[in-house]
């Protein structure tokens, strides 16, 4: 079966074909991040323009890679939500106009679960039961996996996702949009220890996060510093630093706490901030000692991409699920509520 993956939900155009035979045939993905870089932030109506702007062509792309006519794809999946309601209406209604012209079925595919089904793009896939982080701009959740839509939520974010608070530290210290690579970027100049920042909630029993006292933090670093004329280069690098290994640090104690409480050993990351080395790397190193193991999309399927879209809505085109003819959007949509597979 070849499924054709669109995926419009906030600034990337990403499509891809899956195969159950030969797995990921051809991808192609566009970022808007240039468009927006000059407002700091995505700014929706642009995004859903753009997305009208390079969808197609990116269709026509990435058959071309595959050597294929549209007429010998047998579904087509999009992303149906959580996401910009003009965005995720881009790729709904092309996907949805496309299905039905070529006589195959349609699938609205969940982004978070694309994201969290990425890893399986890899030779080296987990296996079910697991435990899932997913770290978006948007979300931070501590999800049980028993199956693709069998989700239990055991902890999320009551404020700020990991990303959104990356992307504010990194307008705080100035460096620019997306914050999170950026921030990233400038903590490898940082002097370990120069500043250390506090761990949200891990004194707390449960699974839920919260990031937005270490917003302040930050803010109220920065501020200090530059009251005190010590704000420089290297200053920015540590007050950096300093952020992202408490977020890490976080992150990673959550991970394993959730383990613990669920007996499991496999844990998988995505989204957006699993693209994040020192998380991978402080996770490896925690579930090394503990005996457990983590799994991780590679880096350009971290992000958002039409790969993941694509593989999502084939499991479930699969199985015989899909879409009415009518195009139906969910801009905020829990994943609680998908069908098991
Ligand atoms: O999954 P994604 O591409 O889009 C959403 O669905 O939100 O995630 C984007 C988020 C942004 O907040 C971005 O700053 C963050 O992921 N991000 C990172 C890194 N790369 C992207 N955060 C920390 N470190 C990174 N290397
Ligand atoms: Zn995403």
Redesign the pocket.
């Known amino acids: 079966m070849r499924v054709l993956g669109l995926e419009t939900?906030?600034d990337?155009t990403g499509v891809a074909i899956y195969d159950t035979e030969q797995g990921l045939v051809a991808e192609a993905l566009y970022s808007q991040i240039a468009l927006h870089a000059e407002y700091g932030g995505v700014v929706p109506e642009l995004a859903s323009r753009d997305h009208v702007r390079k969808l197609l062509p990116l269709i026509r792309e990435v058959l071309a890679k595959a050597n294929m006519q549209g007429s010998e794809l047998d579904g087509v999946a999009f992303t149906k939500g959580p996401?910009l309601a003009g965005a995720l209406m881009v790729g709904a209604c092309a996907g949805r106009a496309m299905a039905y012209g070529w006589g195959v079925p349609a699938i609205g595919v969940h982004?978070m679960e694309g994201?969290l089904l990425a890893p399986m793009l890899e030779a080296d896939a987990p296996a079910f039961p697991f435990i899932a982080l997913l770290?978006?701009?948007?979300?931070t959740q501590l999800v049980r996996v028993d199956g693709i839509g069998r989700y239990t939520l055991l902890g999320e974010s009551l404020d700020d996702?990991?990303?959104?608070a990356?992307?504010k530290a990194?307008k705080m210290l100035e460096l620019g949009y997306?914050?999170?690579?950026q921030?990233?970027k400038a903590a490898e100049r940082g002097r370990e220890g120069h500043y250390t920042f506090p761990r949200p909630m891990v004194n707390r029993p449960g699974l839920d996060f919260s990031f937005s006292g270490l917003k302040t933090f930050t803010l109220n670093t920065v501020t200090a510093s530059r009251a005190a004329g010590t704000y420089d280069a290297q200053d920015q690098a540590d007050i950096a630093a300093a952020f992202q290994e408490a977020v890490v640090a976080t992150l990673v104690i959550k991970c394993h706490r959730a383990l613990v409480q669920e007996n499991l050993s496999t844990l998988v990351i995505a989204?957006?901030?699993s693209?994040?080395?020192v998380?991978r790397a402080r996770l490896a190193e925690k579930l090394a000692k503990t005996g457990g193991r983590v799994y991780y999309p590679r880096p350009e399927f971290?992000?958002?991409n039409g790969a993941m879209i694509a593989y999502a809505g084939h499991c479930r085109l699969a199985v015989g699920q899909h879409e009415e003819l009518g195009v139906t959007i969910r801009p905020r949509w829990p994943m609680t509520e998908l069908d098991a597979v």
């Open positions: 939900s906030c990337e996401g982004h994201h770290v978006s701009g948007g979300h996702a990991a990303g959104e990356f992307d990194a997306p914050g999170g690579p921030v990233a989204g957006g901030v693209a994040n080395t998380l971290c992000t958002d």
